[in-house]
Antibody, heavy 121, light 109 residues
Framework: QVQLQESGPGLVKPSGTLSLTCSVSSGSITSAFWWSWVRQSPGRGLEWIAEIHHGGSTNYNPSLKSRVTVSVDKSKNQFSLNLNSLTAADTAVYYC??????????????WGQGTLVTVSS | EIVLTQSPGTLSLSPGERVTLSCRASQIVTSSYLAWYQQQPGQAPRLLIYGASNRAPGIPARFSGSGSGTDFTLTISRLEPEDFTVYYCQLYDSSYPAYIFGQGTKLEI
C-alpha cells in the first residue's frame, strides 16, 4: 500500500521559510489525482494547507494563500510545501496526505506520520 | 465559510456500548464531501468514512456513517477498547474553497 513520508527541518526561525517534502513510496504519485498538506496544533486543531494535482495544478487555503507554495516532482515521486513569513503560530505537526482516488468523493486515505516543525529563534 | 460543529466534545462510555457522534454544518453541504477520521495519540488521522457513508478499505463494519444536508453522524455499533480516542469530521467547502475539520469528539472509557 502507498506510504508517505515527510522530511524537512524541525526548527525554523521566525520570519523564515518552512520547506517540507513528502516522498511517496510503494506506489506512484499518479495513483491519485490530488495530494494535500495538513497541519495540526493544540491551538488550531487540524488545518488544511494546500492541495496539488500530480499534473501541477494547485489550490490553497485562503487563510494561508499569500504565504504558501506547493509543487510536485513526478520524477522523484515527491511533492513539496513552502510556507514563508513564519511566526510561532505556525508551530505544528505537518502531515502530507493522499486524496481518495474516487471521482466526486472527498477524504484523505493515506497520511504520512507527520513531522513537528517548531518556529523559534 | 462553513463551520463544522462536533458534539459532544467528550463522551464517557464503556466497551460494548453503541455510540453516535454528531457533526453539524452551518449550511447545507454536499454529502459526498463529508469524511470521518479516527486519531490515536501521536499518530496521523485514519480515514474511516468518506462520502458521508462509504467505509474506507480495511475499516471494521462496526463503523458506519450517515446523514445529509447539515447533519451527519458516525456510529460505532459496539465499542472496542481501541476505539476510545478522538474522532474528527471533515468537509470540503467548495465555496470557500478549502477542506475544513471539526474540533473533534473524544471518547473516553
Amino acid at each position: 500500500q502507498v506510504q508517505l513520508q515527510e522530511s524537512g527541518p524541525g526548527l525554523v526561525k521566525p520570519s523564515g521559510t518552512l520547506s517540507l517534502t513528502c516522498s511517496v513510496s510503494s506506489g506512484s504519485i499518479t495513483s491519485a489525482f490530488w495530494w494535500s498538506w495538513v497541519r495540526q496544533s493544540p491551538g488550531r486543531g487540524l488545518e488544511w494547507i494546500a492541495e496539488i494535482h500530480h499534473g501541477g495544478s494547485t489550490n490553497y487555503n485562503p487563510s494561508l494563500k499569500s504565504r504558501v507554495t506547493v509543487s510536485v516532482d513526478k520524477s522523484k515521486n515527491q511533492f513539496s510545501l513552502n510556507l514563508n513569513s513564519l511566526t510561532a503560530a505556525d508551530t505544528a505537526v505537518y502531515y502530507c496526505a493522499r486524496h481518495v482516488p474516487v471521482t466526486g468523493q472527498r477524504g484523505f486515505d493515506y497520511w504520512g506520520q507527520g513531522t513537528l516543525v517548531t518556529v523559534s529563534s | 465559510e462553513i463551520v463544522l460543529t462536533q458534539s459532544p466534545g467528550t463522551l464517557s462510555l464503556s466497551p460494548g456500548e453503541r455510540v453516535t457522534l454528531s457533526c453539524r454544518a452551518s449550511q447545507i453541504v454536499t454529502s459526498s464531501y463529508l469524511a470521518w477520521y479516527q486519531q490515536q495519540p501521536g499518530q496521523a488521522p485514519r480515514l474511516l468514512i468518506y462520502g458521508a457513508s462509504n467505509r474506507a478499505p480495511g475499516i471494521p463494519a462496526r463503523f458506519s456513517g450517515s446523514g445529509s444536508g447539515t447533519d451527519f453522524t458516525l456510529t460505532i455499533s459496539r465499542l472496542e477498547p481501541e476505539d476510545f480516542t478522538v474522532y474528527y469530521c471533515q468537509l470540503y467547502d467548495s465555496s470557500y474553497p478549502a477542506y475544513i475539520f471539526g474540533q473533534g469528539t473524544k471518547l473516553e472509557i
